[in-house]
């Protein structure tokens, strides 16, 4: 089982039809090494052809959801000069956020506590995002003299808006969980100690969805979000040709129309 051969920094458990992965650096407050986002990124290739899972929670360990990346174990590529640096520091995060965003099954980040940097640009390419009431978020990098890395300066506009996302890269400051709930970078702030229950709620409740047709909506959602209306209206359009044939689409039409529960089988 994957969740016996995990490795300590990232936790894998299974409940029901969902997973939960939890960051495990709790005396880093969760940094992102590059051993961590790579764990993270092998452990959603192994999910997405599992069957049995429909859906992901992704959560720290600790005081942290993530304080960002981790700085100490970069800074010897930032000394090397630019070229090291995007391809030792900047890239590997990349690929994680963007592997993540565009992923088939829904993932929900349960933001625990601190998502400062490169925790900030998880919670932006998580599908949703659920937060305590004593989170804090933080855009930290201009503050080490250095811009986002992980997406943060193309994710951040497009969950919050332009002018928004300006305010909180340029200056760097702490926001709460309840600004970030009003700016839309999360879905709902939760009491801290109902957060994984809710997050859990919501991922099996997204589990008990037809399979084929989630996936199909997130990947309209995402491939839309870059495209003009028109060809944004082409991808919906494809997207729902691809899912009409299904067996889970047959039956949720019919169970409509004979005023029944759908029996959804994933095909």
């Known amino acids: 089982m994957a969740a016996q051969d995990s490795s300590p920094i990232l936790l894998r458990e299974h409940r029901g039809a969902a997973v939960i992965l939890t960051l495990n650096r709790p005396d880093k407050l969760n940094a992102l090494s590059n051993e961590l986002m790579a764990r993270l990124t092998d452990e959603l290739d192994d999910i997405e052809l ?19 990346a981790d700085i100490a174990a970069f800074q010897r590529h930032m000394k090397a000069g630019p070229a090291q640096a995007v391809r030792h520091f900047m890239r590997p995060g990349q690929q994680l956020t963007r592997r993540m965003e565009s992923f088939p099954k829904p993932i929900i980040a349960a933001i625990n506590g601190i998502a400062f940097g490169g925790g900030c640009e998880l919670t932006e ?38 002018k928004m996302a300006l305010e909180l890269i340029l200056t760097g400051r702490v926001f709460t969980a309840e600004e970030a709930a009003s700016l839309g970078l999360v879905n709902r702030v939760v009491p801290d100690a109902d957060l994984l229950k809710e997050a859990m709620a919501l991922a099996d409740e997204l589990a008990g969805k037809p399979v084929l047709t989630l996936a199909a909506a997130l990947a309209a959602v995402h491939r839309g979000m870059d495209a003009s209306i028109d060809d944004g209206l082409a991808i919906e359009e494809a997207a729902f040709a691809r899912i009409v044939p299904t067996v889970d689409a047959q039956e949720g039409v019919a169970a409509f129309v004979e005023k029944r529960r759908p029996a959804f089988v994933g095909r």
């Open 125 to 162: 390419s998580a599908h949703m995002a659920l937060a305590a009431e004593t989170a804090t978020f933080c855009k930290a990098e201009i503050n080490i003299g250095i811009t986002p890395t992980f997406g943060g300066t193309q994710r951040l506009p497009r969950n919050i808006g332009r």
């Open 50 to 68: 599992d069957a049995s899972v429909r859906a992901v929670v992704i959560t720290g360990a600790g005081r942290a959801f993530s304080a960002g």
